[in-house]
């Protein structure tokens, strides 16, 4: 096992790469390559993608290595509404006296999206779903990195949630969480084939 100054930032590189999107669905993940962009050995690659693996981030496929999750058209709506399960879930948690904290400096519409919704739940004590809500992010990464190609108006759509939470509307937020999964449920399809073509 490779130490834990090396193994965490390898990890988290990977699984921000995953977040954002910067690999398709079905691509080959190769741990010497990885190595060599990262600049580190290949153990703490291999540990890496076997901890994300384990998170359901990563497949592994025998003989073939490590793979970007491939999801179906169903699949991929059952995760958006396990995702909105889980903002619901973190946010009946949260303190409505605050603002929420949103973090600038994002790498596209899938890393400003998960960035977006975590800070929904940002003081939530459910640790169990605000982890849980992470891990769906990362796994939609892929998909929402190709949304503005389906769906009009994603960035204006996203300023409108911040504003709704900037403002503690918690009433616009709630309508606003939901009618962004609904839309995305109802394209998920194209999303996965326009996740497979990039």
Known sequence: MSPAHVLEPTYDAIRRRLVTGDWQPGFRLEAARLASLLGVSITPVRDSLNRLTGERLVDAWPNEGFR?????????????GWHHDLV???RRDVSHERVAVIQRGHDG??????LLFAALSGDATDIEATWAMGNAAARLGPYRKNEA???TDVDEELDSIE???????DERVGSAIEEYHLRRQSVSDELVRAAREH
């Open 163 to 169: 504003a709704a939470v900037l403002g503690g509307n």
């Open 68 to 80: 970007v999750p491939r999801l179906e058209g169903r699949e991929l709506r059952e995760l958006i």
């Open 149 to 151: 190609a389906i769906l």
């Open 88 to 90: 619901r879930l973190a």
């Open 109 to 114: 519409i899938a890393e400003r999206t998960s």
